[in-house]
Structures are given as C-alpha cells and as structure tokens.
C-alpha cells in the first residue's frame, strides 16, 4: 500500500527556519516525482514544484523559486520542503504527493498535509 | 485567482446527478489532459480522474468526467451524502511548465 505520512504541525515566528518532512513507503521512491502542493487558508490549491528522488532534479513554480527548497534523503525514502525565513505569508496547509505512472501529469497519492503557522 | 476557473458551489440531493465545470484556455486544458481530485478538509486530497476520464482504481463508476476544447467536467451520479467535499479540476500549463489548478468546487449535499 503506497503511503505519504506528512510531519506535524508547526508553529513558527517570522524569520525562523523549518523542515518538513514525507515519508514514503509501498513504491519505489527513486522512480517517482514526488511534488509539493500549498493550500492557503480558504484557497484553493497551489503547485509548488517537484522534485525526482533518483537524481534530485527539481522543477519548482516561478511563485516559490528561491522561497523554498526541495530535497530528498533516499537512505528513508522522504523527501522535505524547508525554508531558510519564514514569513507570515506562509501560514498553509502543505501536501506532498506522489506524480502518477505513465503519461499525463497527475498526482496518484498525497500526504494528509502538514500545518503551517508563523506569527509575525 | 486560479488559472482554471471554478464555480465554488455546487449542491444536489441524495441520488441526484450534478455536475462541476472547470475552464481553462489552450496553454492547459486545451493542449494537456484534465485531472480531478477530491478533499475533504482535514484530510488528504484524492485523485478522482485522470488522464480526462480514466478512474484510478477503488473509484466507483459514479464518478465520470469529460473535456472539450478548453473546458472540461466532472459528473457525480446517484450523489450520495459521503460526496459532500471540496472538489478540484487540474491540468499542466505551458506557461507555467507545471501543473495548475481551479479555484475549488465545494459540493453539498443536501
């Protein structure tokens, strides 16, 4: 069974650095991108790049580029999203998910989400 | 403002058929295949649809979807109350070089 455990919620101050995590299990991690998906409160949802566990290429949205950064510890098969100075303006709801076999660009299995709130 | 746009309503009785519409333009819906995902909030969103109509396994055939030039939908018959949650229409963009999606459906179930 393919699972995406998410770290827990955090809660941080402005300026603060964080790391969260996803654990994956039941496929093969380095064969799957695995992308990151922000949901703001009452919003929709918001592509935020991906990255490729077998080599570590990511692709990241033009809206998070040099915000953000992906990467990948294949030793425990989880991948993170970390920030180096949080801000307000990311307090979300962060998914991972898995990219789906085959052609198209979808996203098969997602992580519960992990909570995030900074305080200003 | 989402790229693809939503109606952020939709609501049916039990054992209704309803159906959610999402528009897009050619750089995503008119060039690239339509996905749809179901969240319930507090938990973790599901793929629906892929591939504009192809179901992933364990999704009941209630559940169908179609696409037209840039716009595309997704039809829930015989609705039922577990349905009641919020629903996403997605599809790569060209001009972003990744996928973007709508604005968010939610359904209710009367």
């Known amino acids: 069974e393919v699972q995406l455990v998410q770290s827990g919620a955090e809660v941080k101050k402005s300026g603060e650095s964080l790391h969260i995590s996803c654990a994956t299990s039941?496929?093969?991690?380095?064969?799957?991108?695995i992308g990151w998906v922000r949901q703001m409160s009452g919003k929709g949802l918001e592509w935020m790049g991906i990255i490729y566990p077998g080599d570590s290429n990511t692709r990241y949205s033009p809206s998070f580029q040099g915000q953000v950064t992906m990467s990948v510890d294949k030793s425990i098969n989880t991948a993170s999203l970390q920030w180096n100075s949080l801000k307000a303006s990311d307090t979300a709801i962060y998914y991972c998910?898995?990219?789906?076999?085959?052609?198209?660009?979808?996203?098969?299995?997602w992580g519960q989400g992990t909570l995030v709130t900074v305080s200003s | 403002q989402s790229v693809l746009t939503q109606s952020p309503s939709a609501s049916g009785t039990p054992g209704q058929r309803v159906t959610i519409s999402c528009s897009g333009s050619y750089s995503n819906i008119g060039s690239h295949t339509v996905n749809w995902y179901q969240h319930r909030p507090g938990t973790a969103p599901k793929l629906l649809i892929y591939?504009?109509?192809q179901w992933p396994s364990g999704v009941p055939d209630r559940f169908s979807a179609s696409k037209s030039g840039t716009s595309a939908s997704l039809a829930i018959s015989g609705l039922q109350s577990e349905d009641e949650a919020d629903y996403y229409c997605a599809a790569w963009d060209d001009s972003l070089n990744g996928p973007v999606f709508g604005g968010g459906t939610k359904l209710t179930v009367l």
């Open positions: 591939n504009d109509n």
């Open positions: 998910a898995k990219v789906g076999p085959g052609t198209g660009y979808y996203f098969d299995y």
């Open positions: 039941g496929y093969k991690f380095t064969s799957y991108w």
